[in-house]
């Protein structure tokens, strides 16, 4: 594999975890409180 195609990879896994941990918090502090 070449050093893009490790540093794209990367990026993408930073910005999933990071996209699902940041809605994982809005909806504990939001939906879930209000069932």
Do not use: E, H, P
């Amino acid at each position: 594999m070449s050093t893009t195609a490790v540093i794209w990879m990367i990026l993408m896994l930073f910005i999933y975890f990071g996209g699902f941990i940041y809605f994982a918090l809005q909806d504990g502090s939001g939906k879930k409180a209000n069932n």
